[in-house]
């Protein structure tokens, strides 16, 4: 009998895969159904991605990594709220795109799993979410600046950049996407780009899979630090950055070639 090991459980249950999962796993009839079982290679791809991260410098004690539910693509899967170093597979917990809890078995929710659910739920292309409040980034939220792409690892920056400012439509905040408004509102800026940034917070990169959002993610934080570079070298003149063209090009060699960097990252990070 194949065994998985279940997404929302602490790591001690298993479902065979001859049947769904049973509808009321979620624990009562207010609670969301669960997508079915998840195999333990994924849990453990997601677990590594929050490592990698931090391992990468681009989240630190807060900072987060989702994927969309492997066979049910109303579902995200997402740790609990945890620093990202510190995550294992046994701390994945499963959400519907309302950020409901499948079965939280006591453990706590991140305050701002509403950026993954809402964008999710407005981009069905997307099966991954990185949230951060990575340094270098952070600067181009506040100034009119806008970020190009410098090299082409980062040639989804060449799509464009857009800004999130939550001051525009919920006047004074904490600054925190900690509702299903603020999330919805999140993604209508991101629209079809692959990274969005955050006025005076940080950023969200998104990617068609697990590797590759991540991939955005490290290289949002790098191409951020070579366009301060740039800019300070060229005395605050003319950027030679890629264009819109160049930028779809490479876009196209970094989706295939993206699972190198996640091989190696992987490995500095033990799994
Ligand atoms: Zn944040």
């Not at 525009?168 to 900690?178: H, I, Q, S």
Request: with cysteine; glycine share 8%.
């Amino acid at each position: 009998m194949r065994l998985f090991r279940c997404a929302c459980h602490s790591g001690l249950s298993y479902w065979s895969n001859s049947a769904r999962a049973p509808a009321d796993v979620g624990g009562g009839a207010s609670l969301p159904r669960t997508g079915g079982p998840v195999d333990a290679s994924v849990l453990a791809d997601l677990a590594a991605a929050s490592r990698i991260l931090a391992d990468q410098g681009v989240v630190d004690a807060f900072g987060h990594v989702s994927m969309r539910h492997p066979h049910d693509p109303q579902r995200f899967l997402m740790s609990r709220s945890l620093a990202p170093a510190l995550v294992t597979p046994d701390d994945i917990m499963e959400y519907d795109l309302n950020c409901d809890c499948v079965d939280a078995q006591g453990r706590g929710s991140f305050l701002e799993r509403f950026i993954h659910g809402e964008i999710f739920r407005s981009r069905p292309d997307v099966m991954a979410v990185v949230h951060s409040h990575s340094p270098n980034v952070i600067p181009f939220g506040l100034v009119k600046t806008p970020m190009r792409a410098m090299f082409h690892n980062a040639a989804f920056v060449a799509r464009g950049v857009p800004v999130f400012d939550i001051r525009d439509k919920f006047g004074a905040t904490d600054m925190l996407v900690g509702n299903a408004d603020k999330g919805v509102a999140l993604a209508k800026v991101l629209d079809d780009k692959d990274i969005v940034l955050m006025r005076a917070h940080g950023s969200v990169a998104t990617g068609p899979s697990l590797p590759v959002a991540v991939f955005r993610a490290v290289y949002t934080e790098m191409n951020a630090r070579l366009q301060f570079q740039a800019a300070m070298l060229g005395g605050g003149g003319d950027i030679a950055a890629l264009d819109a063209d160049e930028g779809a090009l490479a876009d196209k060699v970094n989706l295939s070639s993206a699972s190198r960097a996640w091989d190696l990252w992987k490995r500095r990070v033990g799994f």
